[in-house]
């Protein structure tokens, strides 16, 4: 079992900055990718950056250069600094890791 716990979310007007964080404990294996998801009201969860456990980065086109993926592999963490938010960044966003899910957190943009 992998327990996945994020954090960092909130309320932010359009412009602003937030930064999640997610804390991977419990049988974490230190060589698997880490990700992060979101779910907005009314559509799919889709995905929305991955970080390999030596530091590949890849993101989905909408987030790509506002958004910046990275983790402490000695922390078992993993990091999601989005910049330029708009309200259509507004979701839940998820951590994944393996076959695990956080439970979520809330990011709202709005003025």
């Not at 963490?77 to 960044?89: E, F």
């Amino acid at each position: 079992q992998v327990q996945l716990v994020e954090s960092g979310g909130g309320l932010v007007q359009p412009g602003g900055s937030l930064k999640l964080s997610c804390v991977a404990s419990g049988d974490v294996f230190t060589g698997a990718a880490m990700d992060w998801f979101r779910q907005a009201p009314g559509k799919q969860r889709e995905f929305v950056a991955r970080v390999t456990e030596g530091g590949h980065t890849d993101y989905i086109g909408s987030v790509r250069g506002r958004f910046t993926i990275s983790r402490d592999n000695a922390k078992n963490t993993v990091y999601l600094q989005m910049n330029s938010l708009t309200p259509d960044d507004t979701a839940v966003y998820y951590c994944h890791m393996q076959r695990y899910w956080g439970q979520g957190i809330q990011v709202t943009v709005s003025s």
